[in-house]
Each structure stands twice: as C-alpha cells, then as structure tokens.
C-alpha cells in the first residue's frame, strides 16, 4: 500500500483528506485506485493520453516523475503537486 499527498487544490475531492492509502503496483494503478475512492480527481492530474497534465508535478519520494508506468514499493510516497504560476 502507497500514500498519496493531495495538493490543496485537490482536496475538495478528497473531502479535504490531505493523505491518501491507495493500492497498486505502478503509480498508474495508485492513480487508478485513488480515482475509484474519489472519482474525477485522476483527470485533474492525467490528461487524455495518459500523461501527467502540464501544470502538474508527481514525485515518488524526492524523484520527480515523467512516466505513470513507474513501479511503487509497499510504503512508498506519491506526492502530487499543482505547478504555481504568478508574475
């Protein structure tokens, strides 16, 4: 089992919940998983080709990932971030 950190702006989808058990082997599945507790999130964070959505940032632990086919080790950290903008 994985935890996965949701960023503030997600958390209306989580019920507020900030952390997250989901199950998987890849942090495809994790997302799957987390999309089957709280529908429609995964769309906010993978677009339709099944890539990570521009404005957003995943990390396994401190490794940035580019590939949602990344495998997950039992108690593994999945972190989401939403990318800031401003000027």
Do not use: K, N
């Not at 890849?26 to 404005?55: C, K, M, N, S, Y």
């Not at 401190?62 to 997950?72: E, N, S």
């Amino acid at each position: 089992m994985a935890q996965v950190l949701i960023p503030s702006q997600l958390q209306s989808y989580t019920g507020g919940a900030s952390r997250v058990e989901v199950q998987g082997a890849t942090v495809a599945a994790a997302l799957d998983d987390l999309d089957r507790q709280f529908p429609g999130i995964r769309f906010r964070v993978i677009d339709e080709q099944d890539r990570i959505r521009r404005h957003m940032r995943i990390f396994v632990g401190q490794d940035r990932q580019f590939d949602i086919g990344r495998t997950l080790d039992e108690g593994d950290e999945v972190l989401i971030f939403g990318a800031l903008s401003g000027g």
